[in-house]
């Protein structure tokens, strides 16, 4: 008796190369040229359209001795210009089928040796000397890598790249603007950034359900780099835009877990100087202090800004008790910690007097004096 012959199941190719099979359908169509599935997990999002390619090369003035750093290289439409421009071109990629098939696309070609591929996290990856990079970031890496370039001992000449529009927004935004926030005052104080092009969705393939924009990144150098540490930058302008839409006086003195993050970081600075300090019990202590327990809500975080991995741990317990509403504090105050609320009103009220006024609206200079205010009464954020 003959076996009943029966159609295979469709399913993912074996091989991430396997290009898909399929009928006479439109969707066999449309796919046929696809190499692999693109892992949208990955924020793989590739740039299909040449134009855009050219114009984003174009516009970081490559140099014949410049070594540049990609993240992100997808499937090397990027990078085989860059090779056309550049003396090296550096890659980074998580997905190792990306990987090889930016290789592949440059074997047996005069660019072949012009080009390094790491294979890991960018964000984790410790990165050799570049002078420029150019990257169609995947939008979820978008804040850490804008950080960790902004941050690095030697910063690249400039950096253009692609993001989500909301996030180009903030990194150009203004005092007083909607999407003000921590981003955009770090990366302004550490660079000049330049809003180059907007990319639309059909750009890409697959499409990303958000627009796109280009920027360049320009870090400041020698005299004009800002002469201040950027942990103690960063530290102050993670409480300050923790609630960038309260008073800087309801951010600070009303939030216990900023008052007790700033209590340790003053014990710290007093035994690295060797400054005795007062644990002595107030007299009320048994009086129960009145403090904002939980955070602010989703607008007042400042959003997309919030790095929870590298979130200090008072702001991973606010976030936590999101739900909290006030309560009472039944932690027994000390005569330090009475002096540090003392010192913090006093910075915020009579030095800068910007105990009124909202981090949305305050510019470099406010958080400057605040930083150098607080400094001066040895209070600390690195």
């Known amino acids: 008796m003959g076996k009943t012959k029966t159609n295979k199941r469709s399913s993912a190719p074996s091989s991430p190369y396997e290009r898909p099979s ?3 359908g439109g969707d066999s169509n449309s796919n046929k040229n696809n190499v692999f599935k693109f892992n949208t997990n990955f924020g793989q999002h590739i740039l299909k359209n040449p134009g855009v390619s050219d114009a984003i090369v174009e516009k970081a003035f490559l140099k014949p001795t410049d070594t540049v750093l990609e993240v992100g290289p997808g499937t090397g439409n990027l990078t085989v210009r860059i090779l ?29 040796r012009k080009l390094e591929v790491l294979l ?7 990165l050799p000397a570049f002078d420029v990079c150019i990257s169609n970031t995947p939008y979820q890496i978008s804040s850490p890598l804008v950080f960790k370039l902004l941050s690095l001992p030697n910063p690249p000449r400039t950096s253009v790249l692609m993001f989500q529009r909301e996030f180009a927004l903030r990194l150009t935004a203004r005092p007083g603007d909607a999407l003000y926030c921590r981003l955009s005052v770090n990366a302004q104080f550490w660079a000049k950034i ?9 750009n890409f393939r697959p499409p990303p359900q958000v627009e796109s924009s280009v920027v360049r990144i320009e870090p400041k150098t020698g005299k004009d780099r800002p002469n201040v540490s950027w942990d103690e930058w960063d530290g102050l302008l993670r409480v300050c835009f923790v609630r960038k839409n309260k008073t800087l006086r309801a951010s600070w003195l009303g939030t216990k877990e900023v008052l007790a993050m700033v209590e340790r970081n003053y014990r710290t600075w007093c035994a690295m100087n060797g400054i005795p300090v007062d644990d002595t019990v107030v007299d009320d202590a048994d009086e129960d202090m009145d403090v904002e327990d939980g955070p602010a809500d989703e607008e007042e975080m400042g959003g997309m ?38 010192k913090i009103r006093k910075v915020l009220e009579d030095v800068t007097e910007l105990a009124d006024k909202r981090s949305g609206k305050c510019d470099e200079t406010d958080f400057l004096r605040l930083l150098f205010a607080f400094n001066e009464e040895g209070i600390h954020f690195s």
């Open 84 to 112: 056309e421009r550049a003396k090296k071109c550096i890659c980074v990629e998580v997905d190792p089928r990306m990987a090889a098939e930016v290789t592949k696309r440059v074997q047996g070609t005069p660019e072949q």
């Open 120 to 126: 890991g996290d960018v964000i984790k990856t410790e």
């Open 305 to 342: 800004d919030v790095d929870e991995e590298d979130a200090p741990d008072f702001f991973k317990e606010m976030r936590n008790n999101a739900n909290s509403s006030k309560t009472k504090s039944k932690r027994k105050k000390t005569k330090v910690a009475e002096l540090v609320r003392e």
């Open 22 to 24: 399929g009928g006479k």
């Open 194 to 202: 330049t809003h180059i092009m907007k990319v639309g969705k059909n």
